[in-house]
T-cell receptor, first 113, second 113 residues
Framework: SQKIEQNSEALNIQEGKTATLTCNYT??????LQWYRQDPGRGPVFLLL?????KEKRKERLKVTFDTTLKQSLFHITASQPADSATYLC????????????FGTGTRLQVFP | DAGVIQSPRHEVTEMGQEVTLRCKPI?????LFWYRQTMMRGLELLIY????????DSGMPEDRFSAKMPNASFSTLKIQPSEPRDSAVYFC???????????FGPGTRLLVL
C-alpha cells in the first residue's frame, strides 16, 4: 500500500539556522508533491508544489527538493525564525486517483530565539 | 475572500447523538473535500465531490457517516449515531478546477462523550 513517512519527532532548532524536514514515500509514483503548514487550531495552508520532473523549487526562504529515485522530498527553511514554528505536512497525489492527496502525519518544527 | 467556512468550530455531544458539520467552499471552487485529523492517523480523506457529485467515498469509515452537497456553496457531513472514537478535527477543503492546491477551512473540533 502507499505509505508516506515524516519524522514524528519534533525538530528543535535555533533561530537563524536552516531547518530541514524529510518526507519519504513507498509504493508510489506521484506526479507531484506538496508541502503544507499547519498552526495549532487551524487548517493546513499550502506552501509549495514540486512536480516529478523538477529537482528543486524555491519560494523566498523555502526550498523543496524531490528525488524520485530515493523516493524522498526535503523541505528547507533558511534563516529560520520563531514565526516558522508550526507543523509541516507533505502530501502526494495518489497514483490511483489524481484528485486525491495522501498526507503524511507531519513534523512539528520549533524555532527558538 | 472569506476562505472556506466551517461550522460549528467546536462540538461536544454525547454518544448516540446525531452530529452535522457544515462547510461553505470558496466561491467558484468546484471540488470539495472532507478530511478527518487525529493524532494517531493524521489527516485522512473521507469523501470528495466534483461539481456537487460525490466521486470517492472510500475513506468514509462506516455507514454512520454520510455527506451531501446539495449545491455549489454548501456541504454537510453527518454522523449518526456518533461514537467516542469519532472524536477528531474535521476539515473541509475546496479546490478550483484545473488547480492542484487545496484550501482548508479552520476545522470543526468534535468531542463525543
Amino acid at each position: 500500500s502507499q505509505k508516506i513517512e515524516q519524522n514524528s519527532e519534533a525538530l528543535n532548532i535555533q533561530e537563524g539556522k536552516t531547518a530541514t524536514l524529510t518526507c519519504n514515500y513507498t509504493n508510489y509514483s506521484p506526479a507531484y508533491l506538496q508541502w503544507y503548514r499547519q498552526d495549532p487550531g487551524r487548517g493546513p495552508v499550502f506552501l509549495l508544489l514540486i512536480r516529478e520532473n523538477e529537482k528543486e523549487k524555491r519560494k523566498e526562504r523555502l526550498k523543496v527538493t524531490f528525488d524520485t529515485t530515493l523516493k524522498q522530498s526535503l523541505f528547507h527553511i533558511t534563516a529560520s525564525q520563531p514565526a516558522d514554528s508550526a507543523t509541516y505536512l507533505c502530501a502526494l497525489l495518489s497514483s490511483y486517483n489524481t484528485d486525491k492527496l495522501i498526507f503524511g502525519t507531519g513534523t512539528r518544527l520549533q524555532v527558538f530565539p | 475572500d472569506a476562505g472556506v467556512i466551517q461550522s460549528p468550530r467546536h462540538e461536544v455531544t454525547e454518544m448516540g447523538q446525531e452530529v452535522t458539520l457544515r462547510c461553505k467552499p470558496i466561491s467558484g471552487h468546484n471540488s470539495l473535500f472532507w478530511y478527518r485529523q487525529t493524532m494517531m492517523r493524521g489527516l485522512e480523506l473521507l469523501i470528495y465531490f466534483n461539481n456537487n457529485v460525490p466521486i470517492d467515498d472510500s475513506g468514509m469509515p462506516e455507514d454512520r457517516f454520510s455527506a451531501k452537497m446539495p449545491n455549489a456553496s454548501f456541504s454537510t457531513l453527518k454522523i449518526q449515531p456518533s461514537e467516542p472514537r469519532d472524536s477528531a478535527v474535521y476539515f473541509c477543503a475546496s479546490r478550483l478546477a484545473g488547480q492542484e492546491t487545496q484550501y482548508f477551512g479552520p476545522g470543526t473540533r468534535l468531542l463525543v462523550l
